[in-house]
T-cell receptor, first 113, second 114 residues
Framework: GENVEQHPSTLSVQEGDSAVIKCTYS??????FPWYKQELGKRPQLIID?????GEKKDQRIAVTLNKTAKHFSLHITETQPEDSAVYFC????????????FGTGTRLTVIP | GAGVSQSPSNKVTEKGKDVELRCDPI?????LYWYRQRLGQGLEFLIY????????KSGLPSDRFSAERTGESVSTLTIQRTQQEDSAVYLC????????????FGPGTRLLVL
């Protein structure tokens, strides 16, 4: 089945700096890659997603890039703010054609004021 | 509109007891998913329902785990003879259909097996 790896596991940045989180996946058939933000004790919330027919997508301070050949995708957060502090999960769609997601192990982002 | 809801929010049980967790998906969402999240870890896929099709049970960790869903409504996840390693947050998600649709998560049920 699909295997998603995520790095780094923890990331600390100064407020205003950029943060980059990277993920790789194993199954070339995966074609949907969402990113979720999870604050402590809260449910995961979708922040951005990308489908395999595009290489980059941007939404204000958040961008995601996808390299299908290398099977990796990245989340970029610019001008980080303290409220960006959370755990971020990448995910890839399953191989069966269904929409079940395989998640990375998460990155705990801390933005230092 | 209302999001995905789950009940109970917290459940404490003794080892060996059975537990039943409930998920109410967003109205009109045909796809429903269960995930497990152990403390400090990522989400682990358990089972997936799509309409009236046979569920994808490929993520269930053992035969003590089962889930049901009636049509496109409520789902229940049952864990029989609970073990301490079953302690986790159980998250339910729903999406409009399959095929690259956004999954919306419920608040989860925090299960503690003593």
């Amino acid at each position: 089945g699909e295997n998603v790896e995520q790095h780094p596991s923890t990331l600390s940045v100064q407020e205003g700096d950029s943060a980059v989180i990277k993920c790789t996946y194993s199954d070339s058939a995966s074609n949907y890659f969402p990113w979720y933000k999870q604050e402590l004790g809260k449910r995961p919330q979708l922040i951005i997603d990308i489908r395999s027919n595009v290489g980059e997508k941007k939404d204000q301070r958040i961008a995601v890039t996808l390299n299908k050949t290398a099977k990796h995708f990245s989340l970029h957060i610019t001008e980080t703010q303290p409220e960006d502090s959370a755990v971020y999960f990448c995910a890839a769609s399953g191989v069966t054609g269904a929409n079940n997601l395989f998640f990375g192990t998460g990155t705990r982002l801390t933005v230092i004021p | 509109g209302a999001g995905v809801s789950q009940s109970p929010s917290n459940k404490v049980t003794e080892k060996g007891k059975d537990v039943e967790l409930r998920c109410d998906p967003i109205s009109g969402h045909t796809a429903l998913y269960w995930y497990r999240q152990r403390l400090g870890q990522g989400l682990e896929f358990l089972i997936y329902f799509q309409g009236n099709s046979a569920p994808d049970k490929s993520g269930l960790p053992s035969d003590r785990f089962s889930a049901e869903r009636t049509g496109e409504s409520v789902s229940t996840l049952t864990i029989q003879r609970t073990q301490q390693e079953d302690s986790a947050v159980y998250l339910c998600a729903s999406s409009l259909t399959t095929g690259l649709e956004t999954q919306y998560f419920g608040p989860g049920t925090r299960l503690l097996v003593l």
